[in-house]
C-alpha cells in the first residue's frame, strides 16, 4: 500500500489529510475517518486510526483520515463537533477525486466524532454506511443517571473504596451532597416530540436543537447500513445505551434501521489495548464485507 499526506481547503482553511491507497483496490468502497475524542488529531488514540486505516488498506479498502480545522496539522478554529459539514464535504471532495473509481464512502467516528456523522451523514448521497462507535450523547440529565447507576453503584465494591473509609479519608458529606445534586439533575427530563422533528425533515439539522433530538433526526433521515460499538468500560457508552432504553423513538430508528451493533463489556472509551482494538476492525471487516 501506499501513504502520502494531502493538504486541501475547506473555505479557505487548509487541512491535512493522509491518503491509504491499496496496491490492488479490490473495493470501491472507501472509509473516511472522522477523528474524535477531544483534542485528538489524524492518528487517533493510541494511534488507533494509524492502525485501523493499514488494516482496512491491507484488505484492499481505500481509507482517507485527516484533521479538521483546528485540530492537528490543519489550521483554523475548532468551533465544535456540531460545525464540522463543511470540513467532511471537502475531505470526501478531496478522496475521491484523488480516487475517482470510488462508488460509496464509509465515514467513521468515535464519541463526538459519531455525532459529527450524525449531523452529516443524510445530507450527502455518496455517504451509504457509517460507523458510530461510543457515541456523544450528553445531557446534564442522561449524564447524571449515568454516574448514579453504573460509577457510584460500582465505586462502593470496589476495595480502595473501604479502605479509604478505614483511613478515615473519606468525606461522607461532601458525597452526600454530590449525589443529591446528581439526583436532581437526573429528574430534569426532555421528552422528543416527534411531530417537531418532522418539522425539520429535509433540512439542515438546526443547531438549536437539543443535541440527543439533532441526532435523532439526523439518524431518522440516514437510510444506509449502520454500525454501533459500545464499550462495556466506558461512561459516554453507557449514557448512549441508557439513552436508548429509555427512548422509544430512538428504539423504533435503530429497528427499521439497517443497524448491527457489537457490544464489547471489556473495552473501554478508546479501545487502547492491541486485542480490544482488533476486535473492532475484525467486526467492522466483517461487516464491511456484508452490504
Known amino acids: 500500500m501506499s501513504e502520502h499526506a494531502i493538504s486541501f481547503n475547506s473555505q479557505n482553511i487548509p487541512l491535512i489529510g493522509i491518503l491509504h491507497k491499496p496496491e490492488q483496490n479490490t473495493h470501491k468502497r472507501g472509509i473516511v475517518f472522522i477523528v474524535g475524542g477531544g483534542p485528538q488529531y489524524r492518528a487517533g488514540g493510541h494511534r488507533q486510526l494509524t492502525l485501523w486505516s493499514r488494516r482496512l488498506c491491507s484488505e484492499g479498502y481505500p481509507v482517507f483520515r485527516f484533521d479538521y480545522q483546528g485540530m492537528g496539522d490543519s489550521y483554523g478554529e475548532f468551533n465544535g463537533f456540531t460545525d ?3 470540513n467532511i ?22 464519541c463526538d466524532a459519531s455525532s459529527a456523522i450524525l449531523y ?13 462507535l461510543n457515541p456523544w450523547v450528553r445531557t446534564a440529565a442522561g449524564q447524571a443517571k449515568t454516574l448514579l447507576r453504573f460509577y457510584y453503584f460500582h465505586r462502593i465494591l470496589q476495595l480502595d473504596f473501604w479502605k479509604k473509609i478505614i483511613k478515615g479519608k473519606f468525606n461522607p458529606l461532601s458525597s452526600i451532597k454530590s449525589i443529591a445534586n446528581l439526583l436532581r439533575k437526573s429528574r430534569s427530563t426532555q421528552t422528543t416530540n416527534t411531530q417537531s422533528l418532522s418539522d425539520h425533515l429535509n433540512k439542515p439539522i438546526s443547531r438549536s436543537l437539543p443535541l440527543t433530538e439533532a441526532l435523532l433526526l439526523g439518524l431518522k433521515q440516514f437510510n444506509g447500513p449502520i454500525m454501533l460499538i459500545l464499550s462495556g468500560k466506558d461512561l459516554i457508552a ?34 487502547s489495548s492491541a486485542t480490544q482494538r482488533n476486535n473492532v476492525i475484525n467486526r467492522s471487516l466483517e461487516w ?4
Open 84 to 86: 464540522l459539514d463543511n
Open 89 to 110: 464535504r471537502t475531505a470526501i471532495n478531496c478522496f475521491t477525486e484523488e480516487m475517482p473509481e470510488l462508488d460509496e464512502i464509509v465515514l467513521w467516528g468515535e
Open 120 to 132: 452529516y451523514a443524510y445530507q450527502d448521497s455518496r455517504v451509504k454506511g457509517i460507523v458510530l
Open 238 to 271: 453507557q449514557e448512549f445505551n441508557e439513552l436508548i432504553k429509555n427512548s422509544p423513538n430512538w428504539q423504533e430508528q435503530l429497528k427499521i434501521k439497517p443497524t448491527t451493533r457489537y457490544d464489547f463489556p471489556d473495552s473501554n472509551h478508546t479501545f
Open 288 to 291: 464491511l464485507s456484508h452490504w
